[in-house]
């Protein structure tokens, strides 16, 4: 083999190395639906002048996540565990449904080097309720979840040129926040009228 030829190799295979690593080439995962101008307007215009309590969920991990989600947003006044407030809380937030993993073990993906993708829906988000401490009955329920392709293997690099999808962590993503605010904020009225005192 010819050193030209050997230049020519080495560079190709950089390429792809230089696009895997800045595209995020070992997992492709799907966002959040994108919001709209509309949506991103009234957001704006959205403020909650409370402090919510996220009840601790049976495995904990979620209740976590969902805290982090909330604050993140920054629609409220302050977002813990409810008994980290200090005083009682405006709202009462609960974990109903946690997202679904994709239980796939990615075999052809590894004896491949990841030329053989692996593919797998999974459910990324939250299903989450508010109610009102003084009347638990009354509740405004979040869906917060989205399913889609998890694909793991090195043609994640070219999926994740999309803006629709990240090699990157979904659950923090900026996406994952504006998705999870943008319910919140469409529930304005509901989310208010449980605060009334």
Not at 9 to 38: H, R
Not at 45 to 63: A, D, K, N, W
Not at 125 to 153: C, N, Y
Request: charged share 20%; aromatic share 6%.
């Amino acid at each position: 083999m010819g050193v030209t030829r050997r230049l020519r190799i080495g560079l190709v295979v950089t390429g792809v190395a230089a696009l895997v690593a800045y595209f995020g080439g070992c997992s492709s995962a799907v966002l959040p639906p994108d919001p709209t101008a509309a949506e991103r307007a009234h957001l704006a215009e959205t403020h909650f002048p409370l402090r919510v309590g996220v009840e601790r969920f049976q495995i904990p991990v979620y209740s976590d996540e969902l805290i982090r989600n909330l604050r993140d947003t920054g629609l409220f006044d302050a977002v813990d565990e409810s008994d980290r407030l200090g005083s009682p809380p405006d709202l009462i937030v609960r974990v109903q449904s946690p997202p679904n993993g994709a239980a796939v073990i990615p075999l052809l993906t590894a004896i491949s080097f990841g030329f053989i993708p692996t593919v797998a829906d999974e459910t990324w988000g939250t299903l989450f309720s508010l109610s009102s401490p003084r009347d638990p009955t009354r509740r405004v329920v979040i869906e917060a979840r989205w399913t889609g392709p998890t694909t793991l293997g090195w043609v994640s690099a070219l999926l994740n040129l999309s803006p629709n999808r990240t090699g990157g962590e979904v659950k923090t993503h900026p996406r994952t926040t504006l998705h999870f605010a943008v319910l919140l904020a469409d529930q304005a009225q509901a989310i208010e009228a449980l605060a009334q005192r």
